[in-house]
């Protein structure tokens, strides 16, 4: 493991003091000539290098944005810098850093928008605070909108409800567009349109893991569930994030979706054309890119000829599904008007437990004590269900139907006020390992606290990037890898499928 | 920045990850682990080789499962997972193995 200066935990938040420029040296790889050229986005000749004429195309394309999204506009000139947001961001309390303050970080974009675009900037740009576009400018923009994750938790505190993830969205979008996109999520996104998934895991590969998974199963329980892909006529899509395939404790969430599927009786399929639910266009602030990724689970839909359209265990993507699927794929008048399009895996789940369709035999899950980790994006983003606060209670109450061990973690901390992960947002990436890790402070004090009062030896989660963030970064916190669990890992190990082999 | 082996200079990306992967042979781990200080025993081979096979085949590295499964088989059940794994290849063997077996690195919410 590397050697960063772990945050401490306490048994109460403390607010840090602030250390100036402690992570100005944070940023991550830019984007080469391949990735910047396979997202249609220029490249200067030489990786980092900013294009020529940057400066003219990087206030045009502030211009054109400004006037295209209003909520931009708004967020340039309504701050009044209240100080509510300072120390909500887990990246602020994570390292110190005071650019890291939510205020800061947007004013790095609000600085520019003043000195260019109001009348003030424009004739006494240091009364109002109002700087020059320069390549260090830029520079720093890069650094720390890449130390956002669009988690939104200091939109929830801000009175005028100032959304900082779509002014990271603006900045990145920008950025990339004169030479600086990020290498992570622009190497990522092209791997969907040629492959079908962030992975890149091309189809013979998806049919030998689903094959082993079934094995797996089989071998385990004595019966044969399937895990079918490409299945024309199936009822159901599944669409869930690649890394179900390929990580852990990805792949039990997997299993266990299958499980459910198998003991409703219904008929599902996967698609090698739609195997990834994320959506990084969202993180890099590119409309194009949402929509384009979208459309590929309307064809692959069409092309199965399926009924609904279900979305396993992601955060962003649900985000994504459930605020745009719509506008950005729809209509979607070929599928069956009874169900939700699209619809969550939870929602099904908890659905089948309400009916009473369910064989469930919490005492499986009786050798781990549970809390649950609201996903930023599922959090504060979307519903799980038709009620407000149903994303919340929806998770928690698949959870207490299949586990007799479950408690919250510290009330500020969940729910509305979950703190992220520290890897969400395009940030989940090896050379942001010292950020992910400070970032992780908050949700590690928490459950650190909640793990020495309440005994809870273990976290869920339906987040494919909080499950890679927490295997990565609980060991440097003092706890084990595989106290992350996928919330469909926990139903699968609780459900008791017809015909299957008992220990007794 | 190019990695020297055998005389050789092979590029790399950022990571250290091998930008052409058929620059690869045994000496090319061998490099990359000496500059992680991490000795490579047969183990470590059976997994580095296990990999090469697969990628081989399917153009992209096994999902942790199907290493594990496949480990297990060969190597006993008690190695069978991912915490074997791990010891062997502390940064992840995903990630790590793949370096050393000449793969590119997995990308995506891994």
Same mark, same amino acid.
């Given at each position: 493991m590397a050697d960063y200066k772990i945050p401490e935990t306490h048994e109460f938040p403390i607010i840090p003091s602030i250390m100036e420029g402690?992570?100005?040296?944070s940023s991550p790889f830019v984007a080469g000539e391949e990735f910047q050229s396979d997202m249609g986005f220029p490249f200067s000749?030489?990786?980092?290098k900013l294009i020529d004429g940057w400066k003219e195309r990087f206030l045009e394309l502030m211009q054109e944005k400004l006037s295209k999204y209003r909520s931009l506009q708004v967020f340039m000139d309504i701050c009044?810098?209240?100080?509510?947001?300072?120390?909500?961001c887990h990246y602020f309390i994570g390292t110190?850093?005071?650019?890291?303050?939510p205020v800061a970080r947007q004013d790095l974009l609000r600085k520019v928008y003043r000195r260019y675009f109001t009348f003030a900037g424009k004739y006494f740009p240091k009364l109002v605070g109002a700087v020059d576009l320069t390549e260090d400018v830029i520079k720093q923009m890069y650094s720390y909108y890449h130390q956002c994750?669009?988690?939104?938790r200091c939109a929830v505190f801000c009175p005028f409800g100032i959304d900082t993830a779509e002014v990271t969205m603006a900045a990145r979008d920008m950025l990339a567009q004169i030479g600086?996109?990020?290498?992570y999520s622009n190497q990522i996104i092209p791997k969907v349109h040629k492959i079908g998934n962030n992975l890149g895991l091309p189809e013979p590969a998806l049919v030998d893991t689903l094959e082993g998974l079934e094995e797996e199963v089989e071998e385990d329980i004595g019966v044969k569930v399937r895990y079918p892909l490409?299945?024309?006529?199936?009822e159901i899509l599944l669409v869930t994030p690649s890394a179900d395939f390929f990580a852990e404790p990805h792949i039990d969430g997997l299993i266990g979706y299958g499980k459910v599927f198998h003991a409703a009786g219904v008929t599902w399929t996967m698609s090698s054309k739609a195997?990834?639910?994320?959506?990084f266009g969202l993180f890099i602030g590119n409309y194009e890119q949402m929509r384009k990724i979208s459309l590929r689970i309307r064809d692959a839909a069409k092309e199965l000829g399926v009924k609904r359209i279900i979305f396993g265990e992601c955060g962003h993507a649900w985000r994504v599904a459930y605020n745009h699927l719509n506008t950005l794929?729809?209509?979607?008048?070929?599928?069956?008007?009874?169900?939700?399009?699209?619809?969550h895996i939870l929602e099904f789940t908890k659905d089948c437990l309400d009916r009473g369709i369910l064989n469930i035999?919490?005492?499986?899950?009786?050798h781990m004590t549970l809390t649950f980790h609201d996903s930023c994006n599922i959090a504060r983003?979307?519903?799980?269900?038709?009620?407000?606060?149903s994303q919340f209670t929806t998770p928690r109450a698949v959870i207490k139907a299949v586990c007799n061990n479950f408690h919250d973690m510290s009330a500020d901390t969940i729910q509305d006020q979950t703190f992220c992960c520290g890897g969400g947002g395009g940030l989940l990436t090896d050379d942001l390992m010292e950020l992910r890790i400070k970032g992780a402070q908050p949700r590690m004090e928490a459950l650190k606290n909640v793990s020495n009062d309440h005994g809870v030896t273990h976290m869920a989660a339906i987040c494919a990037i909080c499950k890679s963030q927490f295997t990565k970064v609980l060991p440097y916190y003092?706890?084990?890898?595989?106290q992350i669990v996928s919330v469909h890992q926990l139903v699968s190990n609780a459900i008791v499928l017809e015909g299957q082999e008992t220990d007794e | 920045m190019p990695i020297e082996v055998n005389g050789k200079q092979l590029e790399v990306d950022e $990571?250290?990850?091998?930008?052409?992967?058929?620059?690869? $042979?045994?000496a090319v781990a061998e490099v990359m682990a000496a500059a992680e200080d991490q000795p490579l025993t047969s183990d470590h081979w059976e997994i580095i080789n296990f990999l090469r096979e697969y990628y081989e085949e399917y153009q992209i590295a096994p999902a942790v499962r199907v290493l594990t499964k496949a480990v297990g088989k060969k190597l006993g059940k008690d190695k069978g997972n991912s915490k074997y794994l791990y010891e062997l290849f502390p940064y992840g063997p995903g990630k790590q193995a793949c370096k050393y077996a000449g793969l590119p690195k997995p990308t995506g919410c891994v």
């Open positions: 402690a992570m100005a040296h000749g030489e990786t980092g009044v810098k209240c100080g509510a947001c300072t120390d909500k110190a850093d005071p650019v890291n303050m994750s669009e988690c939104r600086m996109g990020q290498k490409d299945e024309k006529g199936a195997s990834e639910a994320a959506n794929a729809g209509p979607w008048d070929f599928l069956d008007p009874n169900y939700p399009v699209p619809q035999n919490k005492s499986e899950n009786d983003a979307s519903r799980i269900g038709d009620k407000p606060g003092g706890m084990t890898m595989d | $990571e250290g990850y091998l930008a052409n992967l058929n620059d690869w $042979e045994p």
